[in-house]
């Protein structure tokens, strides 16, 4: 079993329409949950941030992490022909070394 | 404003090649990362360091190398090449836990092996 399960997609949604992206994890142990976005011949980059539990919100970005499920979700308000990428979700164990990474969700959105 | 820079960004390679990509960071971080990317298996973990000198297996080692001489170096060589190793490889660096997880990539390396 992967530690981190991430559907690959593609997902295409109309522009102005909420997107949902999900991952789950297997170990317990993760405190820290991160979203990374990757354009398409780029490195990823950090998208956002959650330690623990609970909702972090970045402007249209929202991240959502339910550690009593293993549960990790980002919301994209309003979306863009921009937030056109891939997106990746990623873990890491308090003190660990190794950040663990999802497959990543391709997304897109059509204007 | 450089960060992570990774060379070459593109290269072919015969079966039974031998290469190598380097990595460079100027942010003083202490962890550096080797990763290759594939469709439909995301980010594996080639090699880590956690500091000069020091290196580690990650995911998938097999088939390469790697050296940490200068904290802001991380070399990743390739033997003899095989067309398995045909991938986007990005090199990655974080400062150490007491100064935040953020991961920061290079922009790929991408490799092709015939």
């Known amino acids: 079993q992967k530690e981190v399960e991430q559907d690959p997609g593609p997902l295409s949604v109309p522009e102005g329409a909420i997107v949902s992206l999900n991952c789950t994890y297997s170990?317990?142990?993760?405190?820290?949950f991160m979203w990374y976005r990757q354009y398409s011949r780029k490195g990823p980059e950090l998208l956002m941030y959650?330690?623990?539990?609970g909702n972090k919100e970045d402007g249209r970005f929202t991240a959502q992490v339910d550690k009593s499920s293993k549960y990790i979700s980002l919301f994209i308000r309003d979306s863009q022909p921009s937030d056109s990428a891939t997106y990746l979700c990623a873990v890491l164990y308090t003190g660990g070394f190794k950040t663990i990474f999802g497959a990543g969700t391709r997304l897109f959105v059509k204007a | 404003n450089a960060g992570v820079t990774q060379t070459p960004k593109f290269r072919v390679l015969k079966t039974g090649q031998s290469m190598t990509l380097l990595c460079a960071q100027d942010m003083n971080h202490e962890y550096m990362y080797w990763y290759r990317q594939d469709p439909g298996m995301g980010l594996r973990l080639i090699h880590y360091s956690v500091g000069e000198g020091t290196t580690a297996k990650g995911e998938v080692p097999d088939g390469y190398n790697v050296s940490r001489l200068k904290k802001q170096n991380f070399l990743l060589g390739l033997e003899s090449a095989a067309p398995s190793q045909t991938s986007v490889y990005f090199c990655?660096?974080?400062?150490?836990?007491?100064?935040?997880?953020?991961?920061?990539f290079g922009e790929g390396s991408w490799l092709t092996v015939v």
């Open positions: 959650t330690y623990s539990s």
């Open positions: 170990n317990s142990a993760f405190q820290y």
């Open positions: 990655a660096s974080r400062a150490d836990g007491r100064s935040g997880n953020t991961i920061y």
